[in-house]
């Protein structure tokens, strides 16, 4: 199964409301990322937060980290209709040698 | 920089043909990722190199698909023979070290009839 997965897989708001998508791994890791991609286009690194950090900030991006639960929420605020696209965790595992992906979740931000 | 460059964007061929897929890393980064990307299956890590040397190649489906680092900045894809489910979205990614920030190439969406 996947190391990291999304939830929801898919998120409908209305601009202006704030999106929140969590992601859930299976095992210890170093750090987190959060990679955004548009419909057709690669994929873009958002932010990253290491083991040792809680939370983090980016613009109108927050994300947090719990290890203890192992998961991670990406917090946008604010929506606006160009943020639609989907939204992937990544995970590196302790001991490991690569980054995994999750399946991500699809936002999508009405007018 | 030009970011990753990957070519062709599109390619369309029919099945028993060889495809070659080509990236150029962002100068400088020392790991090159291939990945593949379904509706079905997701994003999946096919191979990956670090200082142009193979290090993981586990995620190759098949013996068909074979992957190629000459130096560090150019990489080759190779599907030989082509079957219809080998159709996704192949992306190469690059980065300074293997579990760092990825930079992710615009993709080349592959056909296979």
């Known amino acids: 199964s996947q190391q990291g997965e999304e939830d929801p897989q898919a998120l409908s708001i209305q601009e202006g409301e704030n999106a929140t998508m969590n992601c859930s791994y299976k095992?210890?890791?170093?750090?987190l990322q959060w990679y955004r991609q548009n419909s057709g286009r690669g994929l873009v690194h958002l932010i990253l937060i290491r083991s040792n950090e809680r939370e983090k900030h980016s613009g109108r991006l927050r994300v947090t980290l719990d290890t203890s639960k192992k998961s991670s929420s990406l917090l946008i605020t604010a929506s606006r209709a160009a943020d639609t696209a989907s939204y992937f965790c990544?995970?590196?595992?302790?001991?490991?040698?690569?980054?995994?992906f999750g399946t991500g979740t699809q936002l999508k931000v009405e007018l | 920089d030009a970011g990753v460059i990957q070519s062709p964007r599109h390619e369309v061929t029919e099945m028993g043909q060889e495809v070659t897929l080509r990236c150029k890393p962002i100068?400088?980064?020392?790991?090159l990722f291939w990945y593949r990307q379904t509706m079905m299956r997701g994003l999946e890590l096919l191979i990956y190199f670090n200082n142009n040397v193979p290090i993981d190649d586990s995620g190759m489906p098949e013996d068909r698909f074979s992957a190629k680092m000459p130096n560090a900045s150019f990489s080759t894809l190779k599907i030989q023979p082509s079957e219809p489910r080998d159709s996704a979205v192949y992306f190469c990614a690059s980065g300074d070290r293997v579990w760092d920030i990825q930079y992710f190439g615009a993709g080349t969406r592959l056909s296979v009839l």
């Open positions: 990544a995970t590196d595992e302790r001991g490991g040698n690569k980054l995994t």
């Open positions: 100068s400088g980064h020392n790991s």
């Open positions: 095992t210890s890791i170093n750090n």
